[in-house]
């Protein structure tokens, strides 16, 4: 209730506007940046844990404890599980899933705000090539494992850093602004085995939301489960796009399916197939 009074404020009336406007200055989300990867911002850990509710058990904790806040964000599980099926779509976070079909001139449409693949991309040829496509849209929740890997097997044949002004992706924004048009992202154009050529991308959110992947140079080969990279502290979304008629979900996951039309999913783990082995 608290969060939402605070968002209710600071994007639906004018002083609370006026306060965004500075939060999202360069030199405020440094600022909280360089805090939160302090020694000064431990105390925020048990706190944070608490009240999210964490499972712990399969957390590799540092000799000593997590040194900052972000370290304790950002950090690894002992074991992950990954499905090695060949031709399956594995989940590339933890998070709430949603598929959307791509028509027209819409790609998107989140709480209302709705988003075209041109403004998603800033590249109105390669939009172009996934309408009629499918976007998967994984939504980061703050109790979410902050990594993520590859979903699929391929090769990169594109790089892309968008930088914008950082904004909450809480639903009371996504109606206020067109977040996504906004904030920083990245992308990669992926020539995968099964599913064609698939984009991954990763949006950064309000202050920090610092995104941090790997570095793959073009035509470099990544592999299904392969860790891309994590975001540090801010809401966090990752969007696949992939072309007409490559993928079928898997549809045993739509009993999780929340009443936002959201799927639970975990990294790792089969959600798709291509149409030819439906």
């Known amino acids: 209730m608290r969060e939402s009074l605070i968002l209710w404020f600071l994007y639906r009336t004018v002083p609370g506007r006026m306060v965004l406007k500075l939060l999202v200055r360069p030199k405020v989300s ?3 940046g360089y805090y939160l990867s302090s020694r000064a911002s431990k105390w925020i850990v048990p706190y944070y844990i608490r009240k999210y509710k964490i499972d712990m058990r399969d957390i590799d904790i540092p000799l000593g404890g997590f040194s ?3 370290d304790f964000f950002t950090r690894k599980r002992i074991t992950e599980c990954f499905d090695v099926t060949y031709g399956h779509l594995i989940s ?3 998070g709430l899933m949603s598929c959307i079909k791509i028509e027209g001139s819409t790609v998107l449409d989140i709480k209302n705000t709705r988003f075209t693949l041109n403004d998603l991309l800033k590249d109105r040829e390669l939009a172009g090539q996934f309408m009629e ?5 994984f939504r980061l929740t703050p109790a979410d494992y902050h990594r993520y890997c590859y979903a699929a097997n391929g090769k990169v044949l594109q ?6 002004r950082l904004h909450c992706v809480r639903p009371i924004a996504l109606r206020a602004v067109p977040v996504f048009a906004q904030n920083s992202r990245e992308y990669q154009v992926l020539g995968t085995e099964n599913f064609g050529t698939v984009i991954q991308m990763e949006i950064g959110a309000l202050l920090v939301g610092k995104i941090n992947n790997r570095l793959s140079s073009k035509y470099s080969n990544v592999r299904r489960g392969e860790e891309k990279g994590y975001f540090e502290f801010g809401g966090s979304t990752i969007i696949m796009l992939f072309k007409q008629n490559k993928i079928c979900i898997n549809e045993s996951l739509y009993k999780r399916q ?3 039309g959201e799927i639970p999913v975990h990294m790792g783990e089969f959600i798709a197939r291509t149409e030819e082995e439906r």
Request: net charge neutral; charged share 25%.
């Open 30 to 32: 440094e600022a909280a």
């Open 68 to 70: 900052s806040f972000n």
């Open 92 to 94: 590339p976070c933890d």
């Open 133 to 137: 496509g499918t976007a998967l849209v």
């Open 159 to 164: 790089y892309r850093k968008i930088r914008g």
């Open 258 to 260: 929340n009443s936002d």
